[in-house]
């Protein structure tokens, strides 16, 4: 074997080990993004727990919306410093930003898009974290192949798209729990 020939399949010998040793990097921290993300979840539950609003069942729309009022009023009081970034941290929210960016180039980007442009898109309007979600705003679903990319979340909190913003909703309460902006790929 000429030097030549030698060279070039050592040199492709260290680019495939730093591939991948680049690839486990990247693999590592997306898990714990994941992992950290499931901790900010589990807390902002333990909170909510904690100001014990009991659920009770009726079917009468008042009792409902006031049930939900007063669980968003003691959130707001068991958290009046949170802002954005609380959940989503710039870690967290790299991760989504490139799960829905990988949905969105991928064999299902064009189904996911037709899914948003067909349940009342939304606009990109300005929503607060600790606010409640516009009532005047439908709860756009969000497309099942992106959910399968995203971290599961609990019945008591969902993934919502408005605009281009990815909102953490609380079912409970109404609530904006975090928000990452310019999450969702322009159409």
């Known amino acids: 074997m000429n030097l030549l020939a030698c060279s070039r399949r050592v040199s492709a010998g260290l680019l495939s080990l730093f591939l991948w040793a680049s690839s486990a990097a990247q693999l590592s921290n997306d898990a714990a993004a994941v992992k950290d993300f499931q901790a900010r979840i589990s807390r902002y539950l333990a909170l909510q727990k904690q100001q014990a609003v009991p659920n009770q069942s009726t079917s009468s729309p008042g009792k409902l919306a006031e049930q939900e009022q007063t669980r968003a009023e003691k959130t707001r009081e068991a958290r009046p410093a949170a802002r ?3 959940i989503f941290t710039p870690e967290i929210a790299a991760y989504f930003k490139k799960q829905i960016a990988v949905t969105m180039r991928g064999p299902d980007g064009a189904k996911v898009r037709a899914s948003l442009r067909h349940a009342e898109p939304l606009p990109d309007i300005h929503l607060q974290v600790n606010r409640k979600y516009p009532s005047e705003l439908p709860l756009q679903s969000t497309p099942p192949t992106l959910l399968m990319n995203l971290p599961r979340l609990p019945g008591e909190l969902q993934y919502r798209v408005v605009g281009s913003t990815l909102v953490l909703y609380d079912v409970l309460s109404g ?12 159409q």
């Not at 609530?175 to 322009?186: E, R, T």
């Open 84 to 86: 954005q970034g609380d």
């Open 175 to 186: 609530l904006v729990v975090d928000l990452i902006p310019a999450a969702v790929p322009a």
